[in-house]
């Protein structure tokens, strides 16, 4: 079946620092790829998305490239505040399954001044 | 857009008891997921409407639990008899033309 699998957390890192969070996928057909956040206190929010293989998806400085070769959708950004600091999880839509999401277990993302 | 409202945000209940939980989504969705998370995991599928239409359940949704979407509107989820695995986050969220999920701030259930 579709499965979703994330780095584990907790990943800590000082301000500006670069952050990679993995996500490996897989699905049959051609799903939808996403990445949620999770803010303390909070409810998910969707970050960004990509639709097919090579799209990149982007919002806020983060970014994840749609790789089907690989089967995954790494999460990076460039410089993280503490701002950052939230649960970031990965997900898939199948093409199929009224597109429901199938989620990664979540990783806890700590940014230190 | 008022967004995906979920109530109660919290319901403490003890073993056996029923209980009801609530979503209003936001106002011009016609498409309606719940899903359940538990500690330290990602969000499970339970259920799917369209309109006041159930048109997928999955098997993590016991014959204990129930899900209506009356007037394809807001959504109840019922669970009787519960169980302390029950203990969870319950999830709603709607989905408008663009095909993104809106997720509302959830209800913490937890069985004593």
């Known amino acids: 079946g579709n499965s979703v699998t994330q780095m584990e957390g907790p990943v800590t890192l000082s301000e500006e620092a670069f952050l990679t969070i993995n996500c490996t996928y897989t699905a049959t057909g051609y799903p939808s790829l996403f990445w949620y956040v999770q803010y303390p206190g909070e409810g998910l929010q969707l970050l960004l998305k990509a639709t097919k293989a090579d799209d990149k998806g982007s919002n806020k400085g983060f970014e994840a490239t749609y790789r089907k070769e690989t089967t995954s959708f790494h999460l990076e950004k460039g410089s993280v505040q503490v701002s950052d600091s939230a649960v970031y999880f990965c997900?898939?839509?199948?093409?199929?399954?009224?597109?429901?999401?199938?989620f990664g277990a979540g990783t806890r993302l700590a940014v230190h001044p | 857009d008022t967004g995906v409202s979920q109530d109660p945000r919290h319901k403490i209940t003890k073993r056996g008891q029923n209980v009801t939980f609530r979503c209003d989504p936001i106002s011009e969705h016609n498409r309606l997921y719940w899903y359940r998370q538990t500690l330290g995991q990602g969000p499970e599928f339970l259920t799917y409407?369209?309109?006041?239409?159930?048109?997928?359940k999955s098997r993590l949704l016991s014959d204990r639990f129930s899900a209506e979407r009356p007037k394809g509107s807001f959504s109840t989820l019922e669970i009787q008899r519960t169980e302390q695995g029950d203990s969870a986050m319950y999830l709603c969220?709607?989905?408008?033309?663009?095909?993104?999920?809106?997720f509302g701030p959830g209800t913490r259930l937890t069985v004593l």
């Open positions: 997900a898939l839509s199948s093409s199929g399954g009224y597109n429901k999401l199938i």
């Open positions: 969220a709607s989905v408008g033309r663009n095909n993104e999920q809106f």
């Open positions: 409407f369209q309109n006041e239409a159930q048109l997928e």
